[in-house]
């Protein structure tokens, strides 16, 4: 992404990412997120996310006593989950990708499918040492018409048929810690005040096949919002932020236990619920975003479909890299969007 990129306007629409991002780099990605990286996109994705970081605001998942022996290790469970995340072979880039649907969620209404979304993410693991483990990560969104699968650049609201200018995620970094203790969670730029009671990580794994394993993460928050109300009238849904992110892998369990694997790929899904999209608009009105998606961790980028992989060469070829270092500040893309963006005019 060149400069031009990171202002609030490109010939790529407009992007929510990191003011102090410059250079391009390479090609490459993993989930996150959005965050999906934790959540990402959680923010972002995003959190997917995006997703990215595991339960920690979540009540405390089921854990199955009549698992195997290694599966009740918390350094068993922090490699499992490294593993998921990026690659325990140091260095070597993930790839994620998540696609669906983004719905409005209005009280009295039927739930309304409103756009697609298709993205990606990198990410890396870096040796932290004292037995931990830092992911570092890069992560897109587009989103998209539900009809013809093109990346949109204007979007006409069917809520308060507006047409607006539309804000895809990129979120650089999304940063987490893996360790053998259940996350501390996000702390987006410290709106978020993460629990930091030192708990194991015994994470929620069910085996449903003989050769296959399911895991749930899911994180929960409510936290200020970076955009206020009364700087943001039109953009803000309220002074807090009610966040979700679920996140469900499905993995081969020969791969799991063979710990001689240093990445493992996954399928799943993804699912987000988060305030209304700032550039919808919407302010406070009543009603709610719910993504609901696919979700995979991979050596590649096969599943992503061709548009978005074009469009995101062409206005994103940075995040086809993840990055080389841990920095700061890793934030969501609604934080990134009050980096980044301007209030929009209020309607006389």
Known sequence: MNRDQTQTKSAAGRVATDPAD??????????????????????GLAG?????ALASAAPKASFD???????????????????????????????????????????????????????????????????AYQKVLREVLFYTD?????????????YTDETVPVVHIANDPFN????????????????NKPDEQRTPLLLPWRITRPNTVMLSADIHLHYPSALQPDKWPRESAGPMNRVSEMFRYVIRREELEDASIPSLNYSGS?????????????GQAPGHIFYLGSMGGYDDLSMA???????????FPKYFDAPAKWEEPSLSSLENYARTQKPAPVKP
């Open 22 to 43: 410059k250079g391009i780099g390479r090609r490459s990605l993993l989930h996150g997120g959005l965050g999906v990286g934790g959540a990402a996109l959680l923010g």
């Open 48 to 52: 997917p996310a995006s997703n990215q």
């Open 65 to 131: 006593p009549s698992l195997p022996e290694k599966f009740r290790d918390p350094e068993w469970n922090r490699d499992a989950f490294a593993r998921l995340q990026g690659s325990l072979k140091f260095g070597e880039v993930k790839s994620g990708w998540y696609a669906g649907v983004v719905h409005g969620v209005v009280d009295g209404q039927m739930v309304k499918p409103l756009m697609g979304f298709e993205g990606f993410s990198k990410a890396r693991l870096i040796d932290a040492g004292g037995g």
């Open 146 to 158: 539900l009809e013809t699968g093109e990346v949109l650049e204007t979007y006409r609201n069917p």
């Open 176 to 191: 987490m810690l893996v360790e053998k203790y259940r996350p501390k969670g996000p702390t987006y730029g410290g709106l």
């Open 270 to 282: 993804w699912t987000r619920i988060t305030p209304w999209l700032p550039w919808m608009l919407m």
């Open 305 to 315: 479909s061709p548009t978005i992989l074009a469009y995101a060469e062409k206005h």
